[in-house]
């Protein structure tokens, strides 16, 4: 945990030497998930409502989400670039050292810019909390914290596992991105409205929406059995099979040797 | 013009050389599109009235943006583009006795034809034969199919003569990515790719669609779909005709701006 932090401020030093560059991408990944949220905001206005979800809601649900899917680009963004490290070379190096290959992998690269996504997520999160006509009661802070963190693993998981595959292809799978930026921009809207076989897919092939939907349902009152709240919590088992794919990986690695 | 058009030809085949690359796009845009036209029937069941087009327009029109994916989008730029400016091999590209301002239209033109070329056949296909009204249909006349080929193609000539005034940016910043990321999601909003463009409320919509984004993909897409037709049509395709000379003027004057006071950062 302290070698951790000591690559984190490494890695924030040295982002922070290019300030002007730092702040406009910064400013970047918060427009574009800022059109994300003007997509919302007007197909709302013409639309008011979405299957019985309100426009605060959806806001809220969206707010989690983005807040999940940036906290975990944030920190194992090393995942996402894995490739460069398979194809030039540089997981020889890893393998060599004396530490465990996913902390280094982990520690590779820590974007911190991606946080313009997570100011934004903490903005619409300011306005819908009490927008949204939820009573804050102790169980929907809870429900709410866990989302957020079986978000936050679920979407570590896919990186996780777009990561592994490069150990067989060499290149990223693009393929992957509809889980992870496609996971983001779909679930901008409760899972539901897509339909039941979309449902299925994303509860026991993807979880995704065993931290965004079902507790959701509990977060706005939609059911009351608190069973809904806890199913954050089933994410986590996600992340056991994204490991033996891992270790699968690792076990099955041929250096490309440059 | 024959260099350019050998430029044209070398980048188009490089790009035809990633094909595994390909295939995988094509399944990412066509669960991609899936989804999102499974959101707007969702919006559609809720309230049908409020609907600005036929829900099988919109499926057209999402099938051909997930189809021209590699034609429409800002961000397929070309990287190494951003490398000769930051990294001083600019200067070589001087050197030559071309214009420079051509020679990157054309290794654009190229390489975003070779991706559409390689993705767009299966998903066209695929949409083709999906149910109605999910799938793609087809367009109402041959006039129809003229004037949508007409416009699709002033649309993608938009499209790089925009990236250009992107990559003529960054020899003020040199730092490509922040320009980037900011310019392209401005962009991705109000050419419509993240809903669109009829989707939005009236009045910021009729400005919009005068935008020179809008000339991209979006009066194309209307074109096929049959939503903008008769004088609207042509008022549309010369709309991007306007542009198109607009953006290659702007472009060609910052160019010349930017190479007089260029500094290659060392060797």
Known sequence: MRLYLKYLSIHLKSQMQYKTSFLLTLLGQFWSSFAMFLGIYFMFSRFQSVEGYTYSQVLLCFAIVLMAFSLAECLVRGFDTFSVIISNGEFDRIMVRPRNEMFQVLASKVELSRLGRLIQATIILLYALPSSGIVWTFPKILTLILMVFGGIAVFSGLFVVYASLCFFTIEGLEFINIFTDGGREFGRYPFSIYGNNVLKFFTFIVPLALFQYYPFLYLIGKVTNPLYMLTPILCFFFLLPCYFLWRLGVSHYKSTGS | ?267
Not at chain 2, 53 to 66: A, H, K, P, T
Not at chain 2, 202 to 231: E, N, W
């Open chain 2, 1 to 267: 013009m024959k260099k350019y058009l050998s430029f044209f030809k070398i980048r188009f085949l490089n790009g035809l050389q990633y094909r595994t690359a390909a295939y995988a796009g094509v399944a990412t845009q066509f669960a991609w599109g899936f989804m999102s036209l499974l959101m707007f029937s969702a919006f559609y069941k809720t309230k049908p009235e409020a609907f600005p087009m036929e829900f099988s327009q919109v499926s057209s029109y999402i099938w051909l943006q997930q189809a021209f994916l590699a034609l429409y989008m800002v961000w397929f730029l070309e990287t190494d583009i951003f490398l000769a400016i930051s990294n001083g091999n600019i200067a070589y590209e001087l050197c030559r006795p071309i214009d420079l301002y051509n020679m990157w239209y054309a290794k654009n033109l190229a390489s975003r034809f070779s991706k559409a070329v390689l993705r767009c056949l299966p998903i066209l296909l695929i949409a083709f034969f999906l149910p109605r009204p999910y799938g793609l249909s087809l367009p109402e006349n041959t006039i129809t199919l003229l004037a949508f080929l007409l416009s699709m193609s002033l649309g993608v000539l938009v499209v790089i003569g925009i990236c250009m005034l992107i990559y003529i940016a960054t020899f003020y910043t040199l730092s490509p990515m922040g320009v980037r990321i900011v310019a392209i999601s401005f962009i991705d909003f109000f050419s419509g790719a993240v809903i669109p463009l009829p989707f939005l409320p009236d009045k910021t919509r009729i400005v919009l669609q005068l935008l020179p984004f809008a000339s991209m993909q979006d009066i194309p897409f209307r074109v096929y779909c049959g939503h903008i037709t008769g004088l609207d049509r042509v008022i549309g395709i010369l709309l991007q005709l306007f542009w198109l000379v607009f953006l290659i003027t702007l472009g060609k004057f910052f160019m010349k701006k930017a190479l007089k006071k260029i500094v290659v950062q060392g060797g």
